[in-house]
């Protein structure tokens, strides 16, 4: 059965936290030093104030238990973080999180979406049409940096196609 994507609440916030640090310590090991992992780890995912007008926050529900969440921000057309519990990676979640937050942010009318990506995340958001914008490094981290790859995916083609599409001839 496909996982259910749902806006989170409040009642998920500590859900949230917990699989941010888990899928940061496991699944981002192999490309950062301990140092720079728990530093990440331990920044709170969700800011305040965290469910903003213009923050739209997902979370993927796989039989009642929540295994991945995700956060972009309509205003600036970008995704902002896209978390997934180490034990169901590589099973579809990440992309379906992406492929709602995408939507959410050509809907508010931007013609492409922004994200800066961890070095271990770059395949992922490669397979799904992700092309590199320039390198960024971020101090995001305390006195810790970590360095973020600047990705880009256009809708325009596809924006262009359904412009001049006035629909099913009748
Ligand atoms: C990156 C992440 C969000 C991907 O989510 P996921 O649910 O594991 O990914 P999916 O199962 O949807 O994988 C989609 C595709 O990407 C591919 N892929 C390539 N490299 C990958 C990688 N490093 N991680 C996950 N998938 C990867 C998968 O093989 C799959 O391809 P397929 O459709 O041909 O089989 C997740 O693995 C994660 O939370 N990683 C740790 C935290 C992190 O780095 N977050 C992003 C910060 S920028």
Known sequence: MADHIRPATDADRKTIGEIYAAAILDGAASHFPPAALAAWAARPPLNDPAFGVDTLVLVADREGIVVGYGEADLAAGTVERLF??????????????????????????????????????????????????????????????????????????LMSILGGWAGPAH
């Open 84 to 157: 997934v519990r180490p034990a169901v990676m590589g099973t579809g979640v990440g992309s379906a999180l992406l492929a709602r937050l995408e939507t959410a942010v050509a809907d508010r009318g931007h013609r492409r979406v922004s994200l800066d990506a961890a070095d271990n995340a770059l395949p992922f958001y490669e397979r799904h049409g992700y092309a590199r914008t320039g390198r960024s490094d971020r101090r995001d981290c305390g006195d810790v940096t970590l360095t973020c790859i600047g990705l880009a995916k256009t809708f325009l083609a």
